[in-house]
């Protein structure tokens, strides 16, 4: 069974479209992340949600809006795309202090 | 911020070698995680090492943290062309287990 599943695997569109990234854990885990991977294969966290409660918003364009309809799920919308959001995203959950379980990635190209 | 190095930046081996990657911090590291990341695939946690001086091992693969917890190193063991990919490894700066802070990855590839 997955335990972290990321929707789409692959997304491509065009500058200024509106598109969403869906994640979802089974891992009954209390808080998700999202993480974008930059062309130096650098991670770096944007958001992090415990609960459906946010508590890490990093400097992140609000372009940029995270959504957790339950604690199992942590979606990422992002308005009006730029060439510069063309990346690899990747959600996680984690339980208290235990180790990060990553989804499999959303390779987000904007044309 | 905490920032991490990572050593070194790309790795080929011939099958059955042994090899090892460091990870150097400029601040101590409260957790410190090791994960592998295949082309295409998320993240695969391998270990986590929280206090000074420990050391742990998964089948061929052990990661040791040093006394002042701000150097960490993954040594694999008889490499296999399994092992192939992108070893990371991740920091957690405040000790929150909330956020964690990646290196830059090692690339491995294993020759067979």
Known sequence: ?111 | SQELEQSPQSLIVQEGKNLTINCTSSKTLYGLYWYKQKYGEGLIFLMMLQKGGEEKSHEKITAKLDEKKQQSSLHITASQPSHAGIYLCGADPSGSARQLTFGSGTQLTVLP
């Open chain 1, 1 to 111: 069974d997955t335990a972290v599943s990321q929707t789409p695997k692959y997304l491509v569109t065009q500058m200024g479209n509106d598109k969403s990234i869906k994640c979802e854990q089974n891992l009954g885990h209390d808080t998700m992340y999202w993480y974008k991977q930059d062309s130096k294969k650098f991670l770096k966290i944007m958001f992090s949600y415990n609960n459906k409660e946010l508590i890490i918003n990093e400097t992140v364009p609000n372009r940029f809006s995270p959504k957790s309809p339950d604690k199992a799920h942590l979606n990422l919308h992002i308005n009006s795309l730029e060439l510069g959001d063309s990346a690899v995203y990747f959600c996680a959950s984690s339980q208290g202090s235990g180790g990060k379980f990553f989804g499999p990635g959303t390779r987000l190209t904007v044309l």
